[in-house]
């Protein structure tokens, strides 16, 4: 099957740093998603990705496709308590368009 | 809209009981998942339906499971009997199309004792 690698696994940052965290597929994926799960809660979609190359920002959020179309990363500039949570990226597959396969997660703690 | 809707949202059963958990999919989305997230598999799609058929269940752990989807606004997971380690958070999404992102419900704790 399909394997994500997403890293960091944790983070540990102070408020205001700008934040890195990237996934890699050893296989092609048509669309890269990034979520944000808080405790206690279902995943919110954060960034969606449908073309290699594409760079997309959401406030403070910028995603990007990589060109390979086998790595997608997420950064978050400034940092917030509020940022505080687990981020999943999701990558849709060639070989089926209803399939999401997720990351084991980043888990970014922001200490104010 | 309401988004996705899930119950319970904790669930704390005896093994070898019956759990149902429900989930109803925000309306006008032809598609529905059922996943289960752990610390160890992370979050794993268990099965999804296109229309209220059921699509791909390769994700299903064993015959324990079972799923439906009577209609467009609701759909159950069955787990009979269950084992701890069924113990997970339960996720219900759904999407409009195969390409469009899936929205997320609070999700079900369940416990298996």
């Known amino acids: 099957g399909q394997q994500l690698n997403q890293s960091p696994q944790s983070m540990f940052i102070q408020e205001g740093e700008d934040v890195s965290m990237n996934c890699t597929s050893s296989s092609i994926f048509n669309t890269w998603l990034w979520y944000k799960q808080d405790p206690g809660e279902g995943p919110v979609l954060l960034i969606a990705?449908?073309?290699?190359?594409e760079l997309t920002s959401n406030g403070r959020l910028t995603a990007q496709f990589g060109i390979t179309r086998k790595d997608s990363f997420l950064n978050i500039s400034a940092s917030i308590p509020s940022d505080v949570g687990i981020y999943f990226c999701?990558?849709?597959?060639?070989?089926?368009?209803?399939?999401?396969?997720f990351g084991s997660g980043t888990k970014l703690n922001v200490k104010p | 809209d309401a988004g996705v809707i899930q119950s319970p949202r904790h669930e704390v059963t005896e093994m070898g009981q019956e759990v149902t958990l429900r989930c109803k999919p925000i309306?006008?989305?032809?598609?529905l998942f059922w996943y289960r997230q752990t610390m160890m598999r992370g979050l794993e799609l268990l099965i999804y339906?296109?229309?209220?058929?059921?699509?791909?269940d390769s994700g299903m752990p064993e015959d324990r499971f079972s799923a439906k989807m009577p209609n467009a606004s609701f759909s159950t997971l069955k787990i009979q009997p269950s084992e701890p380690r069924d113990s997970a958070v339960y996720f219900c999404?759904?999407?409009?199309?195969?390409?469009?992102?899936?929205?997320f419900g609070p999700g079900t704790r369940l416990l298996v004792l």
């Open positions: 999404a759904s999407s409009l199309g195969p390409r469009e992102t899936q929205y």
């Open positions: 339906f296109n229309n209220n058929v059921p699509i791909d």
């Open positions: 999701a990558g849709q597959g060639v070989d089926n368009f209803n399939k999401f396969y």
């Open positions: 309306s006008g989305h032809d598609y």
């Open positions: 990705l449908y073309k290699a190359g």
